[in-house]
């Protein structure tokens, strides 16, 4: 079974590019976000929404809640699929669950790594817990849209090679 990109779309800045590599690689993809969103507005108008062999498009909308969609997906995934997230919580599930993980700046998220991440993450949320401030994100730039594609495209290769 070909792995399957799942999009966490909410406040999402790369959703165009995931389903360019999507349709390009012939994978499945689904994009997940709140029932508020339009989240069929990134999908084209000739993409497939029904499963079929190669590349289809759907749409998993969930409620408003905190994290509804990051649990949405998590409960969908298989080995081998790929997450898309700014969300390093998601990314650990992903992990945990044999799915790979990839951030919207194209950083990739892996075992060896994510428990620091998650770690650097709960020591932030408590300075800003006790009314410190943290750095907030970069500026999101060009640079980070191309290591993005570039790592996405290097992980779904990865996958259909094991695949096959």
């Known amino acids: 079974m070909p792995p399957t990109i799942y999009i966490d779309a909410d406040a999402c800045p790369v959703t165009a590019e995931a389903l360019a590599v999507a349709r ?8 997940a976000g709140n029932s508020t969103q339009n989240l069929a507005r990134h999908i084209r108008r000739g993409d497939p929404r029904e499963p079929v062999d190669g590349f289809w498009a759907d749409t ?7 994290d509804a969609a990051d649990f949405a997906i998590v409960q969908e995934l298989e080995p ?5 997230t700014q969300d390093i919580g998601l990314a650990a599930m992903a992990l945990g669950r044999g799915a790979r993980a990839i951030g919207v700046r194209g950083r990739v998220y892996t075992l060896a790594t994510i428990d620091l991440d998650l770690h650097i993450r709960h020591e932030e949320k408590k300075v800003r817990r006790q009314g410190g401030r943290t750095r907030g994100p970069a500026v999101f730039e060009d640079d980070d849209r191309e ?15 094991e695949e096959g």
């Open 147 to 161: 290591r993005f594609v570039a790592n996405l495209q290097r992980l779904v290769d990865e996958a259909l090679r």
């Open 60 to 66: 998993l909308a969930v409620g408003v809640g905190a």
């Open 80 to 84: 081998g699929d790929i997450v898309v």
């Open 24 to 31: 390009k690689s012939r994978v499945p993809v689904v994009i």
